[in-house]
T-cell receptor, first 117, second 111 residues
């Protein structure tokens, strides 16, 4: 257990439905990242936050995807009008930037596995 | 971030040392070598990182060649729980940005 939690762990939905995932990072961590992982591939970056500010979004993050981190603590990732191609593991990670840290270690949660039927 | 090349898969007998190679011939002078692993159905886990000196922690050892163009992650006494995908990543130490994962090496520890 890394201290990063994600909910739900599994989600099955029908094509066209909206889904929302939640990530709770390690409490003092100010950076939060979202990744997506399909079978047989390494995780692919989607977006990240510094506190509540979303600083970078990947081209993978289409208009149907939106992420928020309203109070700089937990984050949500919403997918609207899901498609079968959205089926993947969605991973969240957090890290602590600044405060004299000498390297950036990202701590990953267990992921949310999404299956779109 | 520089690219890395790893074998697709490897086997290792339980109790023996697992040596996982990684090539990073285009690494720049201020880039570090990081290793993560991902056990099935879990998120990636940080293992170790290094610049040019060999590094050791409670999980593994990292051997980096003198020219820094390749490295080896060593699990000294592999157990069945070490079966996982191992990712070698090269990045700036001060980079707080995304981690760029390749496909990694799938290590199977065999009883």
């Amino acid at each position: 257990d890394t201290g990063v939690s994600q909910d739900p762990r599994h989600k099955i939905t029908k094509r066209g439905q909206n889904v929302t995932f939640r990530c709770d990072p390690i409490s003092e961590h100010n950076r939060l990242y979202w990744y997506r992982q399909t079978l047989g591939q390494g995780p692919e970056f989607l977006t990240y936050f510094q506190n509540e500010a979303q600083l970078e979004k990947s081209r993978l993050l289409s208009d149907r995807f939106s992420a928020e981190r309203p109070k700089g603590s937990f984050s949500t990732l919403e997918i609207q009008r899901t498609e079968q191609g959205d089926s993947a593991m969605y991973l969240c990670a957090s890290s602590l930037v600044g405060s004299g840290r000498t390297y950036n270690e990202q701590f990953f949660g267990p992921g949310t596995r999404l299956t779109v039927l | 971030d520089a690219k890395t090349t790893q074998p697709t898969s490897m086997d290792c007998a339980e109790g023996r040392a697992a040596n996982l190679p990684c090539n990073h011939s285009t690494i720049s002078g201020n880039e570090y070598v990081y290793w993560y692993r991902q056990i099935h159905s879990q998120g990636p886990q940080y293992i170790i990182h290094g610049l040019k000196n060999n590094e050791t922690n409670e999980m593994a050892s990292l051997i980096i060649t003198e020219d820094r163009k390749s490295s080896t992650l060593i699990l000294p006494h592999a157990t069945l729980r070490d079966t996982a995908v191992y990712y070698c990543i090269v990045r700036l130490k001060t980079s707080y940005d995304k981690v760029i994962f390749g496909p990694g090496t799938s290590l199977s520890v065999i009883p």
